[in-house]
Nanobody, 122 residues
Framework: QVQLVESGGGLVQAGASLRLSCTASARTLSNYALGWFRQAPGKERQFVAAITWNFGNRYYADSVEGRFTISRDSAKNTVYLQMNSLEPEDTAVYYC???????????????WGQGTQVTVSS
């Protein structure tokens, strides 16, 4: 069973950048897609970005396209989410998760990390 641990969240001002990391315990992630989701208070969990481990195919939510970049480091078993030009609307708990399918649907993702808080002040 893959275990995922996120890090890198914090409190920043609008316009700033943050990089989130998600490190997986599995020996190999070659059959997985790794995704980032976020959940703001009172709102449903929302897809942010996903990447296939083998080929590096990427997909982004419209709300973050051009500002966020997902990447992976195979040697470190880690997926990153580089977040630039942050907006107050980006405030949420950010989760990474693994899926055997390259999809935006949260129901296909299991397991999930514990989440990391990102707060963007105006």
């Amino acid at each position: 069973q893959v275990q995922l641990v996120e890090s890198g969240g914090g409190l920043v001002q609008a316009g700033a950048s943050l990089r989130l990391s998600c490190t997986a315990s599995a020996r190999t992630l070659s059959n997985y897609a790794l995704g980032w989701f976020r959940q703001a208070p009172g709102k449903e969990r929302q897809f942010v970005a996903a990447i296939t481990w083998n080929f590096g195919n990427r997909y982004y939510a419209d709300s973050v396209e051009g500002r966020f970049t997902i990447s992976r480091d195979s040697a470190k078993n880690t997926v990153y989410l580089q977040m630039n030009s942050l907006e107050p609307e980006d405030t949420a708990v950010y989760y990474c998760a693994a899926s055997p399918k390259f999809t935006i649907a949260a129901s296909f993702y299991d397991p999930w990390g514990q989440g990391t808080q990102v707060t963007v002040s105006s």
